[in-house]
């Protein structure tokens, strides 16, 4: 019998299924992730994981525990975040029906429903369930299998959503207090393909001030707005030109998005004009040198009597934003994890470049860590109020993790 059969008929489904409906039960949006680490402290001691909780800020923890090898594999590290987004508007959504409970974890047509299923619950819920079905299946592993689970990775609440839970955890690595991982997998959604690559960003907040005056004697006043549609023109050109210096195969081009503007609004010359904009790095691609280009081609698009400030309100690994990452997509456990996920869910483990940002960075860049994420869930149902998972992808992902720690760590068998 094939090792995969193996664990296939060691599967529990029903369990598996209880334990992400026990997550999605457990209300975590950022600053109330206290709720699922309780939740998964009591979940990891069954699975002698030893779990220890420290806080990142008060009243809001971090959970990490490991299960040690026999010896001679290597360590990898399982992590992922404990926050989901808020859930307003669900409830009125789903009114009347089996959906109303953002937090209900209820079955629809083989989907499972609820804020965090798939963002990232089912990743968390999948790796705790692959080390189980080892232990069903009487293997146990060669190398260490080690989980942290951090919040403060979602941004949305005030005063929150800086990656403080992960800021924490790389301290203690870099500290020594915290064993280095020599390969980990962030558990962030991908409907099991594997992104070793995401892109960098920064959001900057412009804003351009005139002066104002009596719409009468304009010639008394000078105009924000008109000077932005002069900014705006400039942006456009500059995103066009950032586009065409490069193309990465995983991450596509570089692009500066304009998602807001806001100006006017008396009878009166505009004396100021907001506007909000994203910029998205390529990996090699430098967040103080991104910046700065940006400033400099508004500064020489604007005259006489207007002043330009910038604001970065969304500072993770960098003080400006987040910072690209790149894992080599043809190093070992990438490519086993590629064999594992395409055994356990044929079509599927294929590489791709992450249309997000989450916080891979801190563990390429910060402690030289090679990075993947992988997990089951669709990003473009996450955030939303259509949030679920797929149970047989969920119970591929449980499937393929296993096979991918035995063939990574390397095991032994009862």
Request: charged share 20%.
């Amino acid at each position: 019998m094939s090792l995969k059969q193996i664990l296939r008929d060691h599967l529990d489904r029903n369990a598996a299924i209880k334990l992400l409906q026990g997550a999605i039960a457990q209300e975590s949006i950022t600053g109330n992730e206290s709720n699922f680490v309780s939740f998964l402290q009591q979940h990891m001691n069954d699975l002698h994981l030893d779990p220890y909780v420290s806080e990142f800020a008060e009243g809001r923890p971090n959970i990490r525990g490991e299960r040690k090898g026999t010896g001679g594999g290597p360590r990898l590290q399982i992590m992922g975040h404990t926050d989901t987004v808020h859930a307003r508007g669900w409830s009125e959504r789903w009114q009347g029906t089996e959906r109303e409970n953002p937090f209900g974890g209820t079955i629809v047509d083989g989907e499972l429903w609820g804020r965090g299923a798939g963002d990232l619950k089912a990743g968390i819920c999948t790796s705790l369930a692959a080390l189980h079905l080892l232990d069903r299946a009487g293997i146990t592993l060669k190398g260490d299998v080690a989980f942290a689970f951090i919040g403060d990775e979602e941004s949305g609440e005030d005063g929150s959503g800086v990656s403080a839970g992960v800021k924490a955890w790389t301290q203690d690595v870099l500290a020594g207090e915290v064993a280095r991982p020599d390969f980990t997998i962030y558990v962030e959604p991908t409907k099991l393909g594997i992104y070793p690559a995401q892109m960098g960003f920064f959001i900057t907040d412009v804003t351009v001030t005139g002066k104002s005056a009596y719409f009468g004697v304009p010639e008394k006043g000078v105009d924000a707005l008109k000077a932005t549609h002069s900014i705006l023109s400039a942006i456009w050109q500059h995103s066009d030109d950032i586009a065409a210096r490069a193309e990465h195969e995983l991450i596509g081009r570089a692009f500066v998005l304009v998602t807001g503007l806001e100006g006017g609004g008396y009878i009166a010359v505009p004396g100021e004009c907001k506007l909000s904009l994203i910029r998205k790095l390529l990996p090699g691609e430098s967040l103080d040198t991104a910046s700065w280009e940006l400033e400099a081609v508004i500064h020489e698009t604007v005259g006489y009597g207007i002043s330009v400030s910038f604001e970065y309100p969304a500072g993770r690994d960098h003080a400006l934003g987040g910072s690209p990452a790149l894992t080599d997509p043809n190093i070992e456990p990438v490519q086993k994890l590629r064999q594992a996920i395409g055994d356990a869910f044929p079509g599927h483990g294929e590489i791709s470049g992450a249309p997000y940002w989450s916080e891979m960075s801190f563990l390429v860049n910060e402690i030289g860590c090679p990075a993947v994420y992988c997990a089951p869930g669709d990003i473009t149902n996450c955030h939303t109020l259509e949030e679920r998972v797929n149970l047989d992808e969920y119970m591929a992902g449980i499937l393929g993790f296993a096979l991918f720690f035995i063939n990574y760590c390397g095991a032994t068998t009862r």
